[in-house]
């Protein structure tokens, strides 16, 4: 079973910046992927950013030149920084992880989430 702990959440004004934690219960190279999901009020979850066990990143269109998501493989650790936060950043933010055990097959798994909250 994995284990996902994240921390880091809180309240900050518009323009301020937060730094995100994920703890893995195992190394995030064992993953095919690990990054971040949101989701706001009455909105679908939506990807932030995600790493590969490669080290590729991808963003989503909103964040890009404002998050970073980076890992300590040391630390079995993924992190998101976020800077200039907006007001409409502010969701419920989970660490995910992915495996594709066989081909056709994705297994997810989900940390407890962690609010941000921007105010205007």
């Known amino acids: 079973q994995v284990q996902l702990v994240e921390s880091g959440g809180g309240l900050v004004q518009a323009g301020g910046s937060l730094r995100l934690s994920c703890a893995a219960s195992r190394s995030a190279f064992s993953f095919n992927a690990i990054g971040w999901y949101r989701q706001a009020p009455g909105k679908q979850r939506e990807l932030v950013a995600a790493?590969?066990?490669?080290?590729?990143?991808n963003y989503t269109d909103s964040v890009k030149g404002r998050f970073a998501i980076s890992r300590d493989n040391a630390k079995n650790t993924v992190y998101l920084q976020m800077n200039s936060l907006k007001p409409e950043d502010t969701a419920v933010y989970y660490c995910?992880?992915?495996?594709?055990?066989?081909?056709?097959?994705?297994?997810?798994?989900w940390g407890q989430g962690t609010q941000v909250t921007v105010s205007s």
């Open positions: 995910n992880a992915r495996i594709h055990p066989r081909p056709g097959i994705e297994v997810d798994y």
């Open positions: 790493i590969s066990s490669g080290g590729s990143t």
